[in-house]
T-cell receptor, first 113, second 113 residues
Framework: DAGVIQSPRHEVTEMGQEVTLRCKPI?????LFWYRQTMMRGLELLIY????????DSGMPEDRFSAKMPNASFSTLKIQPSEPRDSAVYFC???????????FGSGTRLTVV | QKEVEQNSGPLSVPEGAIASLNCTYS??????FFWYRQYSGKSPELIMS????GDKEDGRFTAQLNKASQYVSLLIRDSQPSDSATYLC?????????????FGKGTKLSVKP
C-alpha cells in the first residue's frame, strides 16, 4: 500500500499565481479530507469528500480556494490567486470511516512570496 | 464552535519517565478519540484510538477516556528520545455529515537523554 500520495512536496510561487495541489487517496478509502496546518492555527479542515461528493466546505477560507474530486483516486485543491497568507503545509488525508482515524499524506509545503 | 483543547507545552521529561498528555473536548456527543504523533516536518501518524471509557494499552502507550469529564489522555511509559514529537488529540465531530475529526493544536513533548 503506497499510502496517501500528495504532490508537489514543496511549492514556492509568487503572489497572484495559481497553485494546484494534488492528492491520491488510499485505494478503497471513501472519504478524503484537505487540511491546512500553521503554527498559529494548527490543523484546520478545509473541505472533505465522501464518495467523491463534497460534504462540508465551510472551512474553505474564501472563494480563492476550490477543490475537486473527479474520481475515487484523485483530488485537487486550487488557490487562485494565491496570497502570502496562504503559506502553510497542506495535508490530504483519507479513511474508510471517521471511526477508523485518518491516514495522512506527506503534505505540500506552500510558500507564497 | 466545537473545540479540542491541549496544553501546547513543551512538556519535558527525562528518558525512562512517564509522559502524560492531556486533552479536553467540548462535544458531548463525540464517540471516537484518537492520538496522533507528528515529528517535525512530517505528517501526523495515528498511534492510538479509543472509543469506550477506561484505559486502552498498546505497548508503551496507554490511552485513557472519561466521557463524563470530556477528557482524554495519553500516557507514554519508559519515554525515549525518539518519542520527542508533537502529539495531536483528535475527536470525531458527532453530528457532522459523515463525521470528520476535530484536532487539537498539539502538545510538544521533549524527552531528554
Amino acid at each position: 500500500d503506497a499510502g496517501v500520495i500528495q504532490s508537489p512536496r514543496h511549492e514556492v510561487t509568487e503572489m497572484g499565481q495559481e497553485v494546484t495541489l494534488r492528492c491520491k487517496p488510499i485505494s478503497g478509502h471513501n472519504s478524503l479530507f484537505w487540511y491546512r496546518q500553521t503554527m498559529m492555527r494548527g490543523l484546520e479542515l478545509l473541505i472533505y469528500f465522501n464518495n467523491n461528493v463534497p460534504i462540508d466546505d465551510s472551512g474553505m477560507p474564501e472563494d480563492r480556494f476550490s477543490a475537486k474530486m473527479p474520481n475515487a483516486s484523485f483530488s485537487t485543491l486550487k488557490i487562485q490567486p494565491s496570497e502570502p497568507r496562504d503559506s502553510a503545509v497542506y495535508f490530504c488525508a483519507s479513511t474508510v470511516g471517521a471511526n477508523y482515524g485518518y491516514t495522512f499524506g506527506s503534505g505540500t509545503r506552500l510558500t507564497v512570496v | 464552535q466545537k473545540e479540542v483543547e491541549q496544553n501546547s507545552g513543551p512538556l519535558s521529561v527525562p528518558e525512562g519517565a512517564i509522559a502524560s498528555l492531556n486533552c479536553t473536548y467540548s462535544d458531548r456527543g463525540s464517540q471516537s478519540f484518537f492520538w496522533y504523533r507528528q515529528y517535525s516536518g512530517k505528517s501526523p501518524e495515528l498511534i492510538m484510538s479509543i472509543y469506550s471509557n477506561g484505559d486502552k494499552e498498546d505497548g508503551r502507550f496507554t490511552a485513557q477516556l472519561n466521557k463524563a469529564s470530556q477528557y482524554v489522555s495519553l500516557l507514554i511509559r519508559d519515554s525515549q528520545p525518539s518519542d520527542s514529537a508533537t502529539y495531536l488529540c483528535a475527536v470525531n465531530n458527532y453530528g457532522g455529515s459523515q463525521g470528520n475529526l476535530i484536532f487539537g493544536k498539539g502538545t510538544k513533548l521533549s524527552v531528554k537523554p
